[in-house]
């Protein structure tokens, strides 16, 4: 596609369900990142693929959070047994370049925007 | 946690001003990027400025940047009405690796 695509849209989850939140990189992007933006704050990094390898996940909050990439391309986030404090907008971006983000420019999809009641 | 601080949190303006938005910064960086949020929106990005740089234009935006006292500034010439958004800043630098580190953003709200 022309962008990073990511679905659902919004989703209401209740408190103790499991939520997955897919996102469809701009084809050919080597490069996938997962942030998560609380309301009224700046986007926080969640993990890092380069192709199928994630090979930074420092920002996943707690072992409720799992992300994957299986075959380099389609990412998902997982989130087990959600919380209120997981209530935000979970933002995915790509980049073509293998360099991760030093110098580059990434592309962000429009996000999901969890709500969890 | 963020290692960027942006002031002011909240910009209104008339349309035809300028409108400014600085972004300061904690660590050694890379580089610096700046990107506007509309609301509801994803994030796009308008402007990289490396460590080595001092200024840069893109159209009515002007980016500067003090890697000295660790700040850089966004000017948005001649605003207009669909500038009316979130403006981030984010850096890269060495010790976070793969990850881009975000301020809290200024809001920004230019009326006709």
């Known amino acids: 596609g022309a962008g990073v695509s990511q679905s659902p849209r919004y989703k209401v989850a209740k408190r103790g369900q499991d939520v997955a939140l897919r996102c469809d990189p701009i084809?050919?992007?080597?490069?996938l990142f997962w942030y998560q933006q609380a309301l009224g704050q700046g986007p926080e990094f969640l993990t890092y693929?380069?192709?199928?390898?994630?090979?930074?996940k420092s920002g996943l909050p707690s072992d409720r959070f799992f992300a994957e990439r299986p075959e380099g391309s389609v990412s998902t986030l997982k989130i087990q047994r959600t919380q209120q404090e997981d209530s935000a907008v979970y933002l995915c971006?790509?980049?073509?370049?293998?360099?991760?983000?030093?110098?580059?420019?990434?592309?962000f999809g429009e996000g999901s925007w969890l709500t969890v009641v | 946690s963020q290692q960027g601080e942006e002031d002011p949190q909240a910009l209104s303006i008339q349309e035809g001003e300028n409108a400014t938005m600085n972004c300061s910064y904690k660590t050694s960086i890379n580089n610096l990027q700046w990107y506007r949020q509309n609301s509801g929106r994803g994030l796009v990005h308008l402007i990289l400025?490396?460590?080595?740089?001092r200024e840069k234009h893109s159209g009515r935006l002007r980016v500067t940047l003090d890697t000295s006292k660790k700040s850089s500034s966004l000017l948005i010439t001649a605003s207009r009405a669909a500038d009316t958004a979130s403006y981030f800043c984010a850096t890269d630098a060495r010790e976070y690796g793969n990850k881009l580190v975000f301020g809290a953003g200024t809001i920004l709200r230019v009326k006709s």
């Open positions: 693929f380069q192709n199928e390898a994630q090979l930074d």
């Open positions: 084809s050919g992007h080597v490069s």
């Open positions: 400025i490396r460590s080595n740089e």
């Open positions: 971006a790509s980049s073509p370049h293998s360099s991760g983000v030093s110098g580059n420019t990434i592309y």
